[in-house]
C-alpha cells in the first residue's frame, strides 16, 4: 500500500513535467476511469474467494471456486472492454481525450481485473511471499516503466501501454 501511494507521488512530477498539465490531467481522468470500472468489473468475487475459498480444505471445491470466479469476471471485463471499445469514440470526446488512448484503457481494464483476481487467489491461500513478489512487481515495475517509456518520448500513449506490459 505504501509503494502505491509513492507510485503516484513519483509519477507526478514527472508526468507534469514532462507532459504538460493537459496530458497529466488525462491521465487522471483515466485512472480515475480505470479505478471506478475494475471493482465493478470483478463485482466483489475477488473478496468472495477470500473469504469463502481460503477455509476450504478439499481441492475440487477449491479449484471449482477459483475456475468459477475466474472465467465469470474473464467474461465480464472483456463485455466492458468490449463495450469501451466499441464506444471509445464518446468516451473519448467525453474524456476530452485521445481515441487510442481510450481503446488502449480498454484493455489496461480487461487485464486489471485479470490480474486482480491471480493476485487475490495468491492472498486467499496465504501464499504471501508469492503475493508481495508480484505486487511488488506490479507496482515498481510499472513505475519504472511508465518513467522509462516517457522518457523515451512516448508520452502519455507510452505511459498508458506500461500499464499494459506490466
Do not use: H
Amino acid at each position: 500500500n505504501f509503494l502505491n501511494a509513492l507510485e503516484r507521488i513519483i509519477l507526478l512530477p514527472v508526468i507534469t513535467k514532462l507532459l504538460g498539465a493537459e496530458n497529466y490531467g488525462i491521465w487522471a481522468q483515466l485512472g480515475v476511469t480505470l479505478s471506478l470500472i475494475a471493482p465493478l468489473a470483478v463485482l466483489g468475487l475477488p473478496q468472495a474467494l477470500i473469504r469463502f475459498l481460503a477455509a476450504e480444505k478439499e481441492k475440487k471445491q477449491i479449484q471449482e471456486g477459483v475456475y468459477s470466479i475466474f472465467f465469470v469476471i474473464l467474461f465480464i471485463s472483456l463485455a466492458i472492454s468490449l463495450v469501451l471499445l466499441l464506444f471509445s469514440g464518446p468516451i473519448a470526446d467525453f474524456l476530452q481525450a485521445p481515441l487510442l488512448l481510450v481503446q488502449i484503457l480498454s484493455l489496461v481494464v480487461f487485464f486489471e481485473c485479470l490480474t486482480l483476481v491471480l493476485l487475490t487467489c495468491l492472498q486467499a491461500f496465504q501464499e504471501f511471499g508469492q503475493y508481495a513478489f508480484f505486487a511488488l512487481f506490479k507496482t515498481v515495475g510499472g513505475t519504472l516503466l511508465v518513467i522509462a517509456l516517457v522518457f523515451l518520448g512516448q508520452g502519455l500513449k507510452g505511459a498508458l501501454l506500461a500499464f499494459l506490459l506490466i
